[in-house]
C-alpha cells in the first residue's frame, strides 16, 4: 500500500469527449505527476504539480490539463478523445525535495472507443 | 518521449535460479530506481540509487548505480514464482522539484516451478 488512491479504475469513453481521472496523494507529499502506460510500454511522464503549479510537461498535447488542489490531491482532464488515449493513467506523489522517491497508485484503466 | 533500455523483453526462468536484467540510457541520470508491475496494479518501488557505483540489496534483490551514469542492473536471487511480474529501470534528474521518471519499456520475468 503506497496510500496513493486514484479513481475510477475503469472508465470507457468514445472519442471526441472529455475525461477527469482523480488522484489523492500520499500523507506530506506536496508533489503529484502523473504518467500514462500504454499497452506494453514503460509509463511515459505527462507532467507534475509542485504545491498547486504545474512544474515540468512531457511531450503531451495541451489538451492534456491538469490541476493540483490545497491538500495536493489532482486531477487530470483530457479533452477531445482519441482512440490513442486508451492506456494506464499512473498518479505518483512525492516529497518534492530530498530522495524525492515517487510512490505509484493503481492507475485508471482509459478505454476509447 | 524518450525511454531506457531494457532487453530482451521476455525472461523465462526456473525457479531457484538467478536473474540479472540491464538498463542503459543515452543520457546521464543521477538517481536509478527499479520497479515491479504485477497485472492491475501500478508500479512498486524495489530499489533505488542515488550515487555512482553504489550496490544496495533489498533482500533477494541487489542493484547497481553504473560508473558512467549511464547504466543500472538488477539481480534476483534464487527466484521463487511470486517473483513474476514486469521490471522497469527508472531514471531521475532531481533537478530541484522537477523530478520526472524516465521509464525503460520493462522486462516481463516468469518463474517456472
Same mark, same amino acid.
Given at each position: @500500500? ?49 504545491? @498547486? ?28 478523445? @482519441? ?31 | ?49 542515488? *550515487? ?17 551514469? *549511464? ?28 523530478? *520526472? ?13
Amino acid at each position: @500500500e503506497t496510500g496513493v488512491t486514484q479513481s475510477p479504475t475503469h472508465l470507457i469513453k468514445t472519442r471526441g469527449q472529455q475525461v477527469t481521472l482523480r488522484c489523492s496523494s500520499q500523507s506530506g507529499h506536496n508533489t503529484v505527476s502523473w504518467y500514462q502506460q500504454a499497452l506494453g510500454q514503460g509509463p511515459q511522464f505527462i507532467f507534475q504539480y509542485y504545491r @498547486e503549479e504545474e512544474n515540468g510537461r512531457g511531450n503531451f498535447p495541451p489538451r492534456f490539463s491538469g490541476l493540483q488542489f490545497p491538500n495536493y490531491s489532482s486531477e487530470l482532464n483530457v479533452n477531445a478523445l @482519441e482512440l490513442d488515449d486508451s492506456a494506464l493513467y499512473l498518479c505518483a506523489s512525492s516529497l518534492g525535495s530530498g530522495k524525492n522517491i515517487q510512490y505509484f497508485g493503481a492507475g485508471t484503466r482509459l478505454s476509447v472507443l | 518521449g524518450q525511454q531506457l533500455n531494457q532487453s530482451p523483453q521476455s525472461m523465462f526462468i526456473q525457479e531457484g535460479e538467478d536473474v540479472s536484467m540491464n538498463c542503459t540510457s543515452s543520457s546521464i541520470f543521477n538517481t536509478w530506481l527499479w520497479y515491479k508491475q504485477e497485472p492491475g496494479e501500478g508500479p512498486v518501488l524495489l530499489i533505488a540509487l542515488y *550515487k555512482a557505483g553504489e550496490l544496495t540489496s533489498n533482500g533477494r534483490l541487489t542493484a547497481q548505480f553504473g560508473i558512467t551514469r *549511464k547504466d543500472s542492473f538488477l539481480n534476483i536471487s534464487a527466484s521463487i514464482p511470486s517473483d513474476v511480474g514486469i521490471y522497469f529501470c527508472a531514471g531521475q534528474l532531481r533537478t530541484g522539484a522537477n523530478s *520526472k521518471l524516465t521509464f525503460g519499456k520493462g522486462i516481463t520475468l516468469s518463474v517456472r516451478p
